[in-house]
T-cell receptor, first 111, second 111 residues
Framework: QQPVQSPQAVILREGEDAVINCSSS?????VHWYRQKHGEAPVFLMI?????EQKGHDKISASFNEKKQQSSLYLTASQLSYSGTYFC????????????FGAGTTVTVRA | DTGVSQNPRHKITKRGQNVTFRCDPI?????LYWYRQTLGQGPEFLTY????????KSRLLSDRFSAERPKGSFSTLEIQRTEQGDSAMYLC?????????FGSGTRLTVV
């Protein structure tokens, strides 16, 4: 079952912050975050694992609330390069890496 | 890390024709995943391989779709008797210890 992302879209000025949320109705083993620019493939940003381990991007942070099956991605001091569509991908079983992706959040950062 | 390569990048075909796409994953990654992405949506899981074994197929993968990964190296995805609803971006991904590396995708247009 597909996770729900919010908001659908956000417009920022350079330097502003934003939060993207991802919520699942199922118990999660991990949450992945990807960014996709127009016409390109999604690019891995970060993975958050059950138990608190986090791997990924050094300038974008995220949190994972295992009890609520929710994750949030924090875009801090946004840069023009942060523009794109952000997807969360959720994994409900360990070790199969099969992901269900949300519908995406389109982020536009303006100068 | 030479990346994940997909060919062709674009394919336009007439309804009813068969098409085949190829994915060359990162050589040391033994898991390979196929996803389909339509406009404005996140990727949807189709199938995945561990080495040459196809471990799971989505309900989205009707009997017109077949995927192979001979010898656990490259993979092919074939669609027989294409329909307009098959028009989408077909993404291949191989799995690092954490996160997917996606190929650039094959954009299929069925006319």
């Amino acid at each position: 079952q597909q996770p729900v992302q919010s908001p659908q879209a956000v417009i920022l000025r350079e330097g502003e912050d934003a939060v993207i949320n991802c919520s699942s109705s199922k118990a999660l083993y991990s949450v992945h975050w990807y960014r996709q620019k127009h016409g390109e493939a999604p690019v891995f940003l970060m993975i958050l694992l059950k138990g608190g381990e986090q791997k990924g991007h050094d300038k974008i942070s995220a949190s994972f609330n295992e009890k609520k099956q929710q994750s949030s991605l924090y875009l801090t001091a946004s840069q023009l390069s942060y523009s794109g569509t952000y997807f969360c991908g959720t994994e409900t079983l360990s070790n199969d890496y099969k992901l269900s992706f949300g519908a995406g959040t389109t982020v536009t950062v303006r100068a | 890390d030479t990346g994940v390569s997909q060919n062709p990048r674009h394919k336009i075909t007439k309804r009813g024709q068969n098409v085949t796409f190829r994915c060359d994953p990162i050589s040391e990654h033994n898991r390979l995943y196929w996803y389909r992405q339509t406009l404005g949506q996140g990727p949807e899981f189709l199938t995945y391989f561990q080495n040459e074994a196809q471990l799971e197929k989505s309900r989205l993968l009707s009997d017109r779709f077949s995927a192979e990964r001979p010898k656990g190296s490259f993979s092919t995805l074939e669609i027989q008797r294409t329909e307009q609803g098959d028009s989408a971006m077909y993404l291949c991904a191989s799995v690092k210890p954490y996160g997917y590396t996606f190929g650039s995708g094959t954009r299929l247009t069925v006319v």
